[in-house]
């Protein structure tokens, strides 16, 4: 039974300044809530560290979390979105691109509740188109 979708993001190449920027990232998050139509439950939580290190933030959802983790020694924001109802997935690329100056973006998802043989089936289907055995 699938119980939802979760989103695992790598964006590289961010402009280091950004990355240290709260409201920035603030601005980020509240985009993505705002435009999957998620609701939050409570405060978003948020830790700045200090110089020259970046942010992390929480967001407790009715439809589960959205967590974001910055650093900008390497230029990486990393964020893990997970609903438990079905959503579209957001433009991660262009947006990342444009608020954060990424150069690239890499988006992964995965269906969550699935039957564990179906995932060993893909994993092993991803195995053979690779050419690797395992």
């Not at 993001?9 to 603030?26: F, N, P, Q, Y």
């Not at 179906?118 to 289907?125: G, Q, S, T």
């Amino acid at each position: 039974m699938n119980v939802g979708i979760e989103w695992l993001i790598d964006a590289e190449g961010c402009s280091a300044r950004l990355l240290r920027d709260l409201e920035t990232m603030k601005r980020v998050c509240n985009l993505i809530v705002a435009d999957l139509e998620l609701r939050s439950v409570g405060e978003p939580a948020w830790h700045q560290f200090p110089m020259p290190g970046g942010v992390t933030g929480l967001v407790l959802l009715t439809e589960s979390h959205l967590a974001c983790h910055t650093y900008p020694e390497s230029g990486v924001a990393t964020f893990n979105l997970y609903c438990c109802r079905l959503r579209p997935e957001w433009p991660w690329e262009a947006r990342l691109r444009e608020i954060l100056g990424a150069s690239r973006v890499t988006v992964r998802s995965l269906s969550r509740g699935e039957d564990v043989d179906r995932y060993e089936e893909a994993a092993l289907v991803e195995r053979s188109h690779s050419g690797r055995e395992g």
